[in-house]
């Protein structure tokens, strides 16, 4: 317990321990117009071995999955210890590079609105944005509910919409609730598109620091 106790205060993370939940990362970056993109970022520490799924599929008020096949997730698994504050990103069109590889042909975001939904590898929600509406709520066919697990109106589960894109354009630094509160603050610190005044993202936030998260990650295994 006492060599535990200074693991954490050290600012290292238990391996092992506790899979990605709910909450554990925020999407920064969701856009439209093609190239199709998005950028999401670690708010917990993520092991090797364990995947994130980022689904096209929607949620109904029940809770239940619907529309798009799970075949079309985008799969990242790491194959190394990843911080919180690290940012995954995928390209539509671009299969090498990024952390999701985005093959063409397949699913697609509408540039009139869509949502995409990160999820672990037993579909657990963990983050989510929109970009259907200012609020979660579900319109067959059209709008999704919000996951569960999921708080509405917070870094987790960012939406505004209709619009094309968001990205996001606040800070990078400082602790794990100062980066969400700026992460929540569409007003001020999001770029937001809609179709007919489409201005590119060209300063995305590509890494974050966390003053108060984890620093290495400890295995606890034997």
Do not use: H
């Amino acid at each position: 317990m006492v060599l535990l106790s200074l693991a954490l205060a050290l600012g290292w993370a238990r391996v092992g321990l506790a899979a990605l939940g709910p909450g554990s990362c925020a999407f920064t970056a969701i856009n439209g117009q093609g190239p199709d993109s998005f950028r999401l970022v670690l708010l917990e520490p993520m092991e090797p071995g364990e995947t994130i799924k980022v689904t096209f599929r929607m949620v109904d008020d029940s809770g239940n999955w619907v529309g798009s096949s799970s075949s079309n997730d985008l799969s990242y698994t790491a194959s190394s210890c990843q911080l919180p504050g690290v940012t995954l990103a995928g390209v539509q069109g671009t299969t090498s590079g990024n952390a999701f590889a985005w093959a063409n042909g397949g699913e697609q975001l509408s540039n009139g609105g869509d949502t995409l939904i990160a999820v672990s590898a037993d579909d657990t929600p963990l983050c989510a944005a929109s970009t259907e509406a200012d609020t979660w709520g579900f319109v067959n066919g059209a709008q999704t509910a919000l996951p569960a697990g999921l708080t509405a109106n917070s870094a987790d589960a960012i939406t505004k919409g209709p619009v094309v894109s968001m990205c996001y354009q606040g800070v990078t630094s400082g602790t794990l609730a100062d980066v969400k509160a700026a992460i929540v603050n569409l007003g001020s610190n999001w770029l937001v598109n809609l179709a007919g005044n489409y201005v590119s993202c060209t300063s995305p936030a590509t890494s974050f620091t966390l003053s108060d998260a984890a620093t290495q990650m400890w295995s606890v295994r034997g």
